[in-house]
């Protein structure tokens, strides 16, 4: 089975540029994660979809931060325009079922550093 | 809120020796989730726990829910250097997975 891809794996920007992160769930998982890991901290949650609906977005920046979530299978994360303090590891996770008790499978991450 | 803190923060062990890792909450837990991340990597799931008092085994890792849902705990037996990481209690708060700060593993050879 193929786990959750996520592209690109690194990325580079100044500040107030734009960046788009892309993730590619788990076939069949319905419930998909955008996670913000700023080093040396737990994963913080942005937003959850079911299928393509949002089901949490409460702490996403929404004056810069939107995603979408296609046809209820890959994603899109974006930051416009990007600030020093977005660097971290934006990491794409997906569950089978919807629900906080549902294992979560993470991919591999995507590492943002703004200069 | 509800306040989760995850003890100790880093830890240095022989290889050999075993470790344990607490996640303390001061309101009670409906179930949490265990996960652990090498460096460089991203989070894998371990274990997930609902019922007081629960016990569960993996191999050398014992993971326990408190009697009062209110702390849990990850004991390593025997650590090897395959169990460096950071491990993460994931708790359930407003029905979400909420990630603590992680306590950071590093093993001695």
């Known amino acids: 089975e193929a786990g959750v891809a996520q592209s690109p794996r690194y990325k580079i920007i100044e500040k107030r540029q734009s960046v788009a992160f892309w993730c590619n769930p788990i076939?069949?998982?319905?419930?998909l994660y955008w996670y913000q890991q700023i080093l040396g901290q737990g994963p913080k949650l942005l937003i959850q979809f079911q299928n393509n609906g949002v089901v949490d977005d409460s702490q996403l920046p929404k004056d810069r931060f939107s995603a979408e979530r296609l046809k209820g299978v890959d994603s899109t994360l974006k930051i416009q325009p990007a600030k020093l303090e977005d660097s971290a590891v934006y990491l794409c996770a997906s569950s089978l079922v919807q629900g906080a008790r549902a294992e979560q499978y993470f991919g591999p991450g995507t590492r943002l550093t703004v200069t | 809120g509800q306040q989760v803190m995850q003890i100790p923060q880093y830890q240095h062990v022989q290889e050999g020796e075993d470790f344990t890792t607490y996640c303390n909450s001061s309101?009670?837990?409906?179930?949490i989730q265990w996960y652990k991340q090498r460096p460089g990597g991203h989070p894998v799931f371990l274990i997930q726990?609902?019922?007081?008092?629960e016990v569960k085994k993996q191999k050398r890792l014992t993971f326990q829910f408190g009697e009062a849902k209110k702390n849990s705990s990850l004991h390593i037996t025997a650590t090897q250097t395959t169990d460096v990481g950071t491990y993460f209690c994931?708790?359930?708060?407003?029905?979400?997975?909420?990630f603590g700060k992680g306590t950071r593993l590093h093993i001695l050879p």
């Open positions: 726990l609902v019922k007081s008092g």
């Open positions: 309101t009670t837990l409906s179930n």
């Open positions: 076939s069949g998982h319905a419930t």
């Open positions: 994931a708790p359930l708060r407003d029905d979400k997975i909420i």
